[in-house]
Nanobody, 124 residues
Framework: VELVESGGGLVQAGGSLRLSCIGRGRTFDTYAMGWFRQAPGKAREFVAA????????DYTESVKGRFTISRDNAKNTMYLQMNNLKPEDTAIYYC??????????????????WGRGTQVTVSS
């Protein structure tokens, strides 16, 4: 089972990026899927998640109104559309899955099980 992130890059403040996360090895259509990020010298933090059953979403306060999470179960893929990016959004972004969104948020303290992530750098 593998989750592969892509879509990161270097962008100026105010710009946009779309991250993708594709699942390989099994389907995740009955799991919540979500994104975390970790900036240099800082702890990993929850960013956004989408539920499997009703596509309900949850976002950390700092990205509300700027980021949109979505999923395509047919493609076993999740997306994070990031608009109006800010320098404080600079981080490595990781995707993950969990049975529920509350369960996913408990993963923030896990050191193992993360993929390579995708680097997002926002210049001022």
């Amino acid at each position: 089972v593998e989750l592969v992130e892509s879509g990161g890059g270097l962008v100026q403040a105010g710009g946009s990026l779309r991250l993708s996360c594709i699942g390989r090895g099994r389907t995740f259509d009955t799991y919540a899927m979500g994104w975390f990020r970790q900036a240099p010298g800082k702890a990993r933090e929850f960013v956004a998640a989408v539920n499997w059953s009703d596509d309900s979403t949850d976002y950390t306060e700092s990205v509300k109104g700027r980021f949109t999470i979505s999923r395509d179960n047919a493609k076993n893929t999740m997306y994070l559309q990031m608009n109006n990016l800010k320098p404080e959004d600079t981080a490595i972004y990781y995707c993950t899955v969990a049975p529920t969104i509350p369960a996913m948020k408990t993963l923030v303290d896990e050191d193992d099980g993360w993929g390579r992530g995708t680097q997002v750098t926002v210049s001022s």
